[in-house]
């Protein structure tokens, strides 16, 4: 027992690595209590079960209220076409946006665990606020008389949205973290571990999907058909689950300790690299200031190698004079190690990767809002059977559920004996494809909408604002191309900032991963508005008016099919620059 306990006290001191005892984790991951964990009884697949389980019924929450929410702000809250689809992708975007503050909580203070914990709490009286909303008559408008549809009142409206932005701001907890908690569980210094952390990225999507699955379909019908206030409940409930299962892995998980704020620590490079702006910077990068321990002097993250690019930030490293006679390293508002310099210079260096996510996102955005309207507006029975409009998306799960284990077990062991990579393609690669594979969904879908304009004006149906019989599964390829798009360009995103972000510094690239889709989702608005805009101008009908088959949703389509085509090309010059990260 005592030299067990030694060995943990040299552990955590960093004088002894992983190697030389495996028993432990090399990457510095200790159990609840804080103590250096044993890898046969902690982390890798035996922990995953839990998370996987808290992320499939957290998403079937989340898909429950996002699928359908405009088709509840339409027909319920009797707002127009371009008011709910602004409304429905304003609030997605605030759930990507959220994101940041649950980040910074978690790599500073609280760790990725009780930001998890304190969050889902938020979530679920959310979803429970918003199921009240739904339920309680004084909660909800009148239902509309023949053409004449009472509008909500402020207090119905600030009950509906306080419980809808509650959730944005539980999700800021949940989705920057939850990846994240999971990819912990897997030792980055043990390269068995590290290749199974590659796959837990593919079914970590994989549980995404399946949530939303029951959601697109299960829960849509429930919606439509046995009313808002259950098929609102129904998702709180899981959303419950959710909690349970997260909390029911405690003593198998590996954590990670909160390495300060990183936001601090960015501060701090800048403005010692701006005091110190006379001063030159040694070609021999050996003679800038690094900690001579193993450990970095970030808690929490091992040291990064330098690199040559953006010399102006290594000044923040340079040892001056002053400090050298006063023997006194400790303030890093004046002196900063190589590795918080390299962690600055990382993100600086994802950051053009980053920004082409955004085109991406606001072409997903599409699924939820325009999507289902161009659905409303097509042939949706199946005999006697009626299918929700917002349903279809389900045929974009499928694609994910469908392609994840094609990629994970049959396309990665293919391309790794073409490419020689664990994961088959880089992260930058499959990047590249699935934003290849958004230009075509949008295409699918101005065809489908060419088509179906083109039947309208031949049915002479164009003034009548009511559904053109085509059917309603000619939307199938789009949200085929979508899934296919989604297993390249998403889990390609939660590979990429995981892997290339600084150790201290995962839950809060995982959420600028995230704020690409709260940034599409609000571009898909600006677009909206300014397509609105110009396109009634004059008195005209525009492209997207409550009639559709009086519009043109069709030339939107296209033109998010261009800004797809151009922003891949973007991606391609810049994937080409990056530069991977070197851990020390």
């Not at 590659?198 to 849509?220: D, E, K, R, T």
């Not at 490079?269 to 701006?274: D, E, G, I, T």
């Not at 077990?409 to 958004?438: C, D, H, Y």
């Not at 009634?536 to 409550?546: E, F, L, R, S, V």
């Amino acid at each position: 027992m005592g030299s067990i306990e030694e060995e943990r006290l040299l552990l955590e001191e960093g004088n002894i690595e992983n190697k030389s005892s495996g028993l432990y984790t090399g990457d510095g991951s200790v159990d609840i209590s804080g103590k250096p964990v044993l890898k046969q009884n902690t982390g890798n697949w035996r922990a995953c079960p839990f998370i996987l389980g808290t992320e499939c019924c957290e998403r079937l929450a989340y898909y429950g209220i996002a699928t359908n929410l405009v088709s509840y702000l339409t027909h319920k809250l009797h707002e127009g076409n371009v008011s709910a689809a602004r409304n429905v992708t304003t609030w997605q975007g605030t759930c990507y946006l959220t994101p940041l503050i649950g980040a910074v909580l978690a790599d500073a203070y609280w760790g990725r665990y009780w930001t998890i914990a304190a969050f889902s709490t938020i979530y679920f009286i959310g979803m429970c606020t918003l199921t009240l909303s739904a339920s309680i008559p004084a909660l909800k408008p009148a239902e509309c008389v023949g053409v004449l549809c009472p509008s909500a009142t402020p207090a119905q409206y600030a009950v509906f949205f306080f419980g809808l932005y509650l959730i944005a701001l539980g999700t800021g907890g949940i989705k920057p973290c939850v990846s994240s908690f999971g990819a912990d569980q897997f030792d980055d210094t043990d390269s068995n571990e590290r290749v199974k952390k590659g796959s837990f990225f593919n079914w970590f999507y994989f549980s995404i999907n399946l949530g939303a699955l029951i959601s697109s379909s299960l829960i849509v019908w429930i919606q439509d058909n046995a009313g808002w206030g259950l098929g609102f409940g129904i998702p709180a409930l899981f959303m419950g689950f959710a909690i349970a299962s997260f909390f029911s892995g405690t003593s198998l998980y590996r954590f990670q300790r909160p390495g300060g704020s990183p936001i601090t620590r960015m501060c701090q490079v800048l403005v010692a690299s701006f005091r110190k702006w006379n001063l030159e910077v040694p070609n021999d990068s050996t003679l800038l200031y690094e900690t001579q321990d193993k450990a970095s002097a970030i808690e929490g993250s091992r040291k990064i190698e330098h690199s040559d690019e953006l010399r102006c930030l290594d000044k923040a490293a340079v040892v001056s004079d002053a400090e050298i006679k006063s023997g006194d390293f400790s303030n890093p508002w004046i002196l900063c190690t190589v590795t918080q310099v390299e962690e600055l210079k990382i993100l600086i260096r994802m950051f053009p990767i980053w920004a082409t996510g955004i085109v991406f996102s606001a072409v997903y955005a599409q699924m939820s809002t325009l999507f289902v309207e161009q659905g409303m507006v097509m042939d949706t029975s199946i005999g006697s059977f009626t299918i929700p409009p917002a349903s279809l998306s389900s045929f974009d799960v499928i694609s994910v559920i469908f392609w994840v284990p094609i990629y994970d077990k049959i396309i990665v062991p293919i391309a790794r004996k073409f490419t020689g990579k664990e994961r088959g393609f880089s992260e930058l690669q499959r990047m590249g494809i699935g934003l290849f594979l958004s230009a075509l969904c949008m295409s699918a879908a101005a065809v489908v909408e060419i088509n179906r304009l083109r039947l309208a004006r031949e049915l002479e149906l164009v003034d009548q604002n009511v559904s053109v019989p085509i059917s309603i599964f000619w939307q199938i390829p789009q949200y085929f191309l979508l899934g296919a798009a989604e297993v390249c360009t998403f889990i390609g995103q939660l590979e990429f900032f995981y892997d290339q972000s600084p150790d201290a510094m995962r839950s809060l690239c995982s959420a600028l991963s995230l704020l690409t889709t709260a940034l599409g989702n609000y571009l898909s608005s600006f677009i909206l508005t300014v397509v609105t805009y110009f396109t009634t101008a004059g008195g005209k009908t525009g492209w997207i008016p409550d009639n559709l088959n009086k519009g043109h949703l069709d030339y939107f389509f296209w033109l998010l099919a261009g800004l797809s085509i151009f922003n891949m090309l973007l991606y391609v010059v810049c994937a080409k620059k990056y530069k991977q990260k070197k851990a020390g």
